[in-house]
């Protein structure tokens, strides 16, 4: 199958190119949101092909994945076939909704030439996608193999643009767990952040490390550490149950399906959070111990094979 989508989501499209089929990858000249062409942070095999829209108009295409609300206007412009009409489309919905929840509406709700793909449980139940169809396909995680020593006692965490994103990222929670355990912030736009909170530099420190650092760096850390109160499900959770960490973390959206008991503590109480990150600093062995149960229960749910098997379910089913 030749399979249209954009990159716009690094850690997902890495597991969803490692599939049998020719992913075909919009570039523009600028790479910029809607032309970033192949990762470049990121280990993409062969198969994921860069295309101008020039090229695109003369290609054959099986299947468009649609990502945000303007790409079928621009898959429309650039194939000269309209998706869901002309060529088959799905919808991959990575966002849990915001506005008016539960009473958001999706942007392809109530079609019936279009797929909506959900990543979690969570999302598919709070969308008001009507009459569309709907799907769960989970996450997948190339796995990075247990890295985990926890030598470092501290807490890892991974947010993108904490400062702006305030409370759905739990930033304004950091300096209660900093008062447990230092910091270690990685991400994009983390800069100045230990200021803007009014902590010591020692208490938080932010890094922005490529993708092929991150998990070697998360792995040293005692343990990782989810503030986040509104989110989808934050693949660098999943990755630092891969990696053998153990996780302590809000319990909202999907996070109470992906993180089972023994593998960390999940709680919507930030004092109880707080205190697993004290026990996990004090007790190492119990740190290493949760964190071998997150990473068993992390394969066998979000693992590769079986996301790939789901998308191949599905993309078999809507091109026949």
């Given at each position: 199958m030749r399979i249209l989508l954009w990159h716009v989501h690094g850690s997902w499209t890495t597991a969803f190119v490692q599939g049998p089929h020719t992913y075909l990858v919009p570039v523009l000249p600028d790479r910029g949101p809607d032309g970033l062409g192949r990762a470049r942070t990121f280990d993409w095999p062969a198969n994921a092909v860069e295309l101008t829209p020039q090229e695109l108009r003369s290609t054959d295409v099986d299947l468009v994945v649609l990502q945000r609300p303007h790409e079928a206007a621009l898959a429309a412009r650039w194939l000269g076939r309209t998706p869901g009409r002309d060529v088959p489309a799905v919808y991959l919905e990575h966002n849990s909704?915001?506005?008016?929840v539960p009473d958001t509406r999706h942007p392809v709700a109530d079609r019936d030439d279009v797929v909506v793909v959900h990543v979690t449980h969570?999302?598919?139940?709070?969308?008001?996608?009507?009459?569309?169809?709907?799907?769960?396909?989970?996450?997948g995680i190339v796995d990075p193999g247990h890295q985990y020593t926890g030598?470092?006692?501290?807490?890892?965490?991974?947010?993108n643009d904490p400062v702006r994103r305030g409370r759905t990222t739990g930033t304004d929670l950091l300096p209660r767990f900093a008062r447990e355990a230092p910091l270690d912030v990685f991400g994009m736009g983390t800069a100045g952040?230990?200021?803007?909170?009014?902590?010591?530099?020692?208490r938080c420190r932010v890094a922005e490390l490529p993708q092929s650092r991150?998990?070697?760096?998360?792995?040293?850390?005692?343990?990782?550490?989810?503030?986040?109160?509104?989110?989808?499900?934050?693949?660098?959770?999943l990755e630092a149950m891969h990696l053998g960490m153990p996780v302590v973390a809000l319990a909202t959206t999907e996070v109470t399906r992906a993180v089972p008991a023994g593998?960390?503590?999940?709680?919507?109480?930030?004092?109880?959070?707080?205190?697993?990150?004290?026990?996990?600093?004090?007790?190492?062995?119990?740190?290493?111990?949760?964190?071998?149960?997150?990473?068993?229960?992390?394969?066998?749910?979000?693992?590769?094979?079986?996301?790939?098997?789901?998308w191949d379910r599905l993309i078999d089913e809507v091109t026949q």
């Open positions: 909704p915001h506005g008016g969570f999302n598919r139940l709070f969308w008001d996608c009507g009459r569309t169809r709907t799907e769960v396909i989970e996450h030598r470092i006692a501290s807490a890892a965490v991974v947010v952040l230990a200021a803007h909170l009014g902590l010591p530099a020692d991150l998990h070697a760096e998360m792995a040293r850390r005692r343990l990782y550490l989810h503030p986040v109160r509104w989110t989808s499900l934050g693949l660098s959770l593998a960390g503590v999940v709680s919507t109480d930030p004092d109880v959070l707080a205190g697993a990150v004290r026990r996990y600093l004090a007790d190492p062995a119990a740190a290493d111990d949760d964190g071998r149960r997150a990473r068993q229960a992390a394969l066998g749910r979000y693992g590769l094979k079986r996301f790939l098997d789901d």
